[in-house]
């Protein structure tokens, strides 16, 4: 028996220890991926101005940012805290936490963000040093902060340690959270520095874990913090909400650079881009070229960031107390959405269709209440975090609902791979209430809005709702005529835009940050046949090093789109809240609707009466080679209908084939031409009709198939016209392929 008793000890020692192994290989992102989103902090600031030598001793003036504007002014004396202090820091981070009264930009923006679950706050030492301690040397030689910051924190040993801090904050234990003996974040906020001297200018940076020593009560005590380097300028740059501080601090909490999105990505070796184009959006892992200001849904969601006051059953994605995270299978739903940044109210949706293999595609709705909720929410540039104006010519944007889509990044919870995967990085995209389109190049004009210069202008050519352009994405057009790949060189930022007849300017205030006409507003539909349409995105997942495009073999793409009956209606109520119904059998086309693409039918599609429906080229580029038919980089269009869908054309309505588009109906599918209603299928165009597909043609509806066209009948299709051959008008000079039967041939 005591032998049996040690076998089961043993036994339950290994299934324990087994156990415990497995589970510590489990991950969640609500615990952060270096730092929890969640508890109070006080990040250690160091503020380093460089002393460059002066002009009259080299001949030239090193010094990157040598004016004095009164903000952040260049030191003449080496020291620490001595002069040049900025006069911003309490407006950066607050120093002390009053949940009544949050002011620093960054304190404020990640307790709004994260409803008061993330509190950073801060104390800050002003380091005013000479190059030459950095490049002892020689003068003009560069250096990079990497390396410098390991001067910085001598020269603060040297001369204190961290009893150096402004606010008296000198102990480790104050900027340690955990209680492991070690600083938890030290950020280095450079004034003065470029790309040569430096290595970073304004608005960049970088971030990892910095092994060092630092001198308390005169002992140096050996530390291992999470770090920022980031070059913020001479003016206030780390108030700016989207800009290089809030982007470095948030990757504690949400991950590497392949979590780079919503205006935060930017192209790198090894790196998979799930789009060819960098993304614009908002969002905390934002950047410059970030619209919003606020955080987004999805970053709430893998923070599990929710309101205990306006969200009391903490149900990870709510709308106004009711569980908002749906797909087709729940049914019709209704929901009321208050103030995004105020309550956390969002809607998801479940795409119904990917490619199989390919990563899920979620589509998000948020009611921003901009201008009327008191939040850190508005677009880039417009506001300053005190409420002043900061660039007048850029509108706050308009209250409305704000849509993106989701790829991928669902999983929360698992392994280390699925929780943080390495890749699909830039995974957010802009569905904007002004629809996609083709654009199409105009000649560059000077912006004079944020920054001043001669800037990409584009005009808004051909509505293309399923496969176009917004305006907060990378537009590519090739620099020359006979150019085969694109490169990242080829890819520009919307600047200014015009409407389609080149002269009518809509936006000359950078529309590549978003703009006025992105939301949703008043009484608004996205449905199958309005611009934008609520479909999946087609990815295209590549790599990208010195401008080269690399496809990338890891991940599946969704190169089709697929069209369901998903229909949303927006009714705004005089309250500031929106009422969203969220229903699934809104099939109904009822206005005239050019489409290109890669598209399949799997459901149904009724052409209302009297509507017209184009099957067109994309003149957007979706791949980043030239195609040998289009000769455009992106494919011809096709239309498949797939088995058990249904394609109704009712009473005088059209459906016109261009540009070598084809209709294809597979077995299995219905396709109804009503009455004095016509299919057009124009040179280089193909109708396709497999076996046991059925086609009807009620009374004098008609089939053209012009000179060139392109007709190919299986002998097995199921082809029923009600006026017999007289539904047929076939041009001379029209085609029927190899293989193929003249309708003649089927009609019975």
């Known amino acids: 028996m005591r032998g049996l008793r040690i076998i089961k000890f043993i036994l339950l020692n290994v299934f324990v220890f087994i156990f415990v192994l497995e589970a510590s290989d489990i991950y969640e992102s609500q615990d952060g991926w270096r730092m929890s989103p969640r508890g109070e902090y006080r990040f250690l600031t160091i503020m380093v101005n460089v002393i460059y030598p002066d002009s009259d001793k080299t001949g030239e003036n090193l010094d990157p940012r040598p004016e004095a504007n009164g903000i952040w002014d260049p030191a003449t004396k080496e020291g620490i805290n001595n002069q040049s202090i900025p006069t911003y820091l309490k407006d950066f981070l607050d120093v002390e936490y009053d949940p009544d009264n949050v002011n620093g930009v960054m304190t404020r923006l990640y307790h709004e963000s994260s409803f008061g679950e993330l509190v950073i706050l801060g104390d800050f030492i002003v380091v005013n040093i000479n190059k030459s301690r950095i490049t002892p040397n020689d003068v003009k030689e560069e250096f990079h902060i990497s390396n410098a910051r ?63 020593e630092i001198k ?84 709430r969601w893998r923070m599990n960031w929710t309101s205990e006051k306006y969200n009391p059953e903490g149900y990870p994605i709510q709308a106004n107390k009711k569980p908002s995270d749906i797909s087709r299978d729940d049914g019709e739903k209704t929901f009321i959405l208050r103030d995004f940044v105020t309550t956390g109210d969002a809607v998801r949706i479940k795409l119904p269709y990917v490619d199989e293999g390919a990563s899920n595609q979620y589509l998000w709705l948020e009611n921003h209440q901009i201008g009327r909720n008191e939040k850190l929410d508005y ?23 704000y849509s993106y889509i989701q790829v991928g990044k669902d999983v929360l919870k698992g392994k280390r791979s699925e929780v943080y995967p390495t890749n699909e990085t830039d995974n957010l995209r802009i569905v904007s209430a002004e629809g996609n389109w083709d654009f199409k190049k105009m000649d560059d004009e000077r912006v004079r809005c944020v920054a ?30 006979n150019q085969i790949k694109l490169s990242g060189d080829d890819g520009h930022l919307l600047n200014i835009k015009y409407d389609s007849d080149g002269k009518t300017l809509i936006n000359n205030s950078l529309p590549y940050l978003g703009d006025e006409l992105d939301a949703f507003t008043g009484d608004a539909v996205i449905g199958i046949g309005t611009n934008p ?17 690399k ?41 005239d609707v050019r489409w290109a693409g890669n598209i399949v039918l799997k459901e149904n599609l009724i052409l209302k009466e009297g509507n017209t429906l184009k099957i067109d080229q994309s003149l957007t580029p979706n791949q980043i080679y030239r195609n040998e038919i289009s000769n455009l980089f ?31 109906l597979e077995e299995g599918s219905y ?78």
Not at 177 to 197: A, C, E, P, V
Not at 635 to 657: G, Q, Y
């Open 452 to 481: 001043s210069g001669y800037l990409y202008t584009a005009k808004r050519y051909l509505p293309n709702p399923l496969s176009g352009y917004q305006d907060q994405t990378t537009h590519f057009y090739p620099s020359n005529p």
């Open 551 to 591: 496809i990338a073999e890891e991940n599946t793409n969704t190169s089709h789109v697929y069209l369901t009956g998903l229909n949303i209606k927006m009714k705004e109520k005089q309250d500031g809240t929106f009422e969203v119904n969220v229903n699934w059998d809104g099939y109904d086309i009822n206005n």
């Open 533 to 549: 349409a609520p479909v999946n995105l087609t990815t295209y997942y590549v790599t990208q090093e010195g401008g080269n495009f």
């Open 150 to 212: 390991n001067y910085i924190i001598d020269f603060i040993n040297n001369n204190g340690g961290l009893n150096n801090a402004l606010y008296g904050y000198d102990r480790i234990a104050d900027y340690d959270s955990n209680g492991d003996g070690n600083i938890d974040m030290i950020q280095f906020l450079w004034r003065n520095t470029n790309s040569k001297f430096g290595g970073v200018g304004s608005g960049t940076g970088h971030a990892g874990v910095y092994r060092y």
């Open 216 to 299: 308390e009560n005169n002992i140096l005590k050996e530390q291992r913090s999470n770090f920022t380097n980031q070059g913020v300028g001479n003016r206030y740059g780390p108030l700016n909400p989207n800009g290089i501080v809030v982007h470095e601090i948030s990757h504690q909490f949400f991950g590497g650079n392949t979590f780079h999105t919503s205006g935060g990505n930017h192209y790198r070796r090894g790196r998979i881009n799930t789009f060819f184009g960098t993304e614009g959006g908002y969002g905390l892992m934002g950047n410059y070229h970030s619209g919003l200001v606020s955080c987004n849904g999805y970053e």
């Open 379 to 401: 677009l880039h540039y417009s506001i300053r975090h005190n409420g002043e104006t900061w660039h007048d010519c850029r509108h706050m944007g308009a209250p409305g609902i």
């Open 671 to 748: 396709f109804d031409i009503g009455k004095n209603s016509e299919l057009t299928v124009n040179k280089g165009d193909t109708l396709k009709i497999d076996e046991l597909a059925q086609l009807v043609i009620r009374e004098n509806g008609i089939i053209n198939i012009e000179r060139g066209g392109v007709l190919c009948l299986s002998e097995n299709a199921i082809i029923l016209p009600e006026s017999g051959q007289k539904n047929f008008n076939l041009r001379r000079g029209y085609i029927i392929p190899e293989n193929c039967i003249h309708p003649f041939q089927v009609i019975k």
């Open 634 to 664: 992106a494919k011809p269009s096709v239309l498949s209908c797939k088995e058990n869908s249904r394609f109704i054309v009712e009473d005088n309505a059209e459906v016109e084939l261009k540009n070598k588009s084809t209709l294809h």
